[in-house]
């Protein structure tokens, strides 16, 4: 079936869709908290804890992160160069990089929410600074391992970009870009837009 990396796995959702589904999945997080829960959560896959700007990335069919995580990213538009630079080197050709990002943080301020999962679960809250280019979440994350309780907490800085500028690198990087407001039938939340960029050829 090929191989995929997703890169900020999270708590394993999407590598599991994907692992029983019959690929490859090799999942790369920067938190131990997270890549704890992916590991129960998708036992299919194989994960490691690295933060995606360095992280060794495998040869691979496609590369994935969604949920904003290359965003998360600090140094802006010449961090995510480099990081589409070792994407675009890893994938074969043809391969697919597949993410989202957010182009707008109006109307995503909200107070706790809370995932939940077996043995595990995480409150988000989330603000928008006042110059509109950063969404802030607060994370605290329980887990129940062997009969205790854990709980850790997170802080992550999401950066807003402009889908031409963000357009632009890819193609620099050799990619050819689609971006949308879905993947598929599956509908962004306000604010997100989706991308899928091939790799071309060489740069």
């Not at 988000?124 to 994370?139: E, F, I, K, N, Q």
């Not at 391992?145 to 193609?171: D, F, I, K």
Request: hydrophobic share 45%.
């Amino acid at each position: 079936m090929g191989r995929i990396v997703e890169v900020g796995c999270g708590s394993g959702l999407v590598a599991r869709y994907l692992s029983d589904r019959g690929y490859d999945v090799r999942g790369i997080d920067v938190s131990p908290a997270m890549i704890a829960i992916a590991r129960a959560t998708a036992p299919g896959a194989r994960f490691r804890v690295a933060s995606l700007m360095d992280a060794r990335v495998p040869v691979c069919n496609a590369i994935v992160g969604v949920g904003e995580v290359l965003t998360y990213v600090p140094g802006g538009l010449p961090a995510l160069r480099r990081f589409f630079l070792r994407a675009h080197a890893a994938l074969r050709d043809g391969g697919v990089l597949i993410f989202d990002f957010l182009h707008t943080g109006r109307g995503r301020t909200y107070p706790a929410k809370t995932m939940r999962g077996t043995g595990w679960s995480i409150t988000v809250r989330a603000h928008v600074d006042p110059s509109g280019r950063t969404l802030t979440r607060r994370m605290a994350i329980e887990r129940s391992m062997a009969g205790r309780t854990r709980r850790s907490y997170e802080t992550h800085r999401v950066r807003v970009y402009e889908r031409q500028r963000l357009a632009a690198v890819l193609a620099r990087c050799g990619f050819e870009v689609q971006m949308a407001r879905a993947f598929g039938r599956l509908r962004l939340i306000a604010g997100d837009t989706a991308v899928v960029a091939r790799k071309t050829g060489r740069i």
